[in-house]
Structures are given as structure tokens and as C-alpha cells.
């Protein structure tokens, strides 16, 4: 499966961003997705997935509440609809599938991931 990441951009703080993650080959229908993030200076940090077995979801604490992962297996697609942005949510978002995701548990150990798509928010 072939992931690609689209929806960045800037955005001042308190903004909203919807990511899309689809793949250009091959199905999402029953993968574990996620979407992790590497700042500048810092390690990547898996923020949200999606259990492709049970359906469990997982957030990172630094977005919980804020950050909304879904999927539409129709189309194929992922999301991860931003909210409440803030400057320490600037990062290089990157889609990930096929790792571990459980509701308590990100998995850096992925195998797929996509070029990622730039997040800024700024003033």
C-alpha cells in the first residue's frame, strides 16, 4: 500500500486543518492507520491511530481532544481533522499503516508511511 498525505498548510493558532491520507495502490480496508508527526529538534511522536481489527482508537495525550482521526474505507481514505491548533502542533505529518495501534498504545515500529504533508501554525 502506497500512502499519501495531503491537507497541510499554515494556519494561525486556534485554527482547524483536516489531513487526508489515501492510498495510490493497494486498500486501507482493514489496515491499522495512524498519523505521526516530527518536528524540528524533536522525536517523532505517534499521535493518533486506528486499530484495523477491533476499531480501537488511540490519541496522544498532546492531542486528545483536539485531534479527530476517522477513516472511509469506501473511498479508501483517512483523516485527521485538527482543531484548536496550537504553534506546538507544527510538524511534518506523516500517515502511517501497518504497525501496532491498540486505545493505549502507538507503535513507532510502522512499516508504510507516506512523504508526509507540512503542518505550520503560526501568528
Not at 115 to 122: I, S
Request: with cysteine; aromatic share 10%; net charge neutral.
Amino acid at each position: 500500500v502506497q500512502l499519501v498525505e495531503s491537507g497541510g498548510g499554515k494556519v494561525q493558532p486556534g485554527g482547524s486543518l483536516r489531513l487526508s491520507c489515501t492510498a495510490s495502490s493497494g486498500t486501507l480496508e482493514r489496515e491499522t492507520i495512524g498519523w505521526y508527526r516530527l518536528a524540528p529538534g524533536k522525536t517523532r511522536e505517534g499521535i493518533s491511530c486506528i486499530n484495523g481489527l477491533d476499531g480501537s482508537t488511540y490519541y496522544a495525550n498532546s492531542v486528545k481532544g483536539r485531534f479527530t482521526i476517522s477513516r472511509d474505507s469506501a473511498n479508501n481514505m483517512a483523516y485527521l481533522q485538527m482543531s484548536s491548533l496550537k504553534p506546538e502542533d507544527t510538524a511534518t505529518y506523516y500517515c502511517a499503516a501497518d504497525f501496532y495501534c491498540s486505545s493505549e498504545y502507538f507503535d513507532l515500529h510502522i512499516s508504510n508511511w507516506g512523504q508526509g504533508t507540512q503542518v505550520t501554525v503560526a501568528s
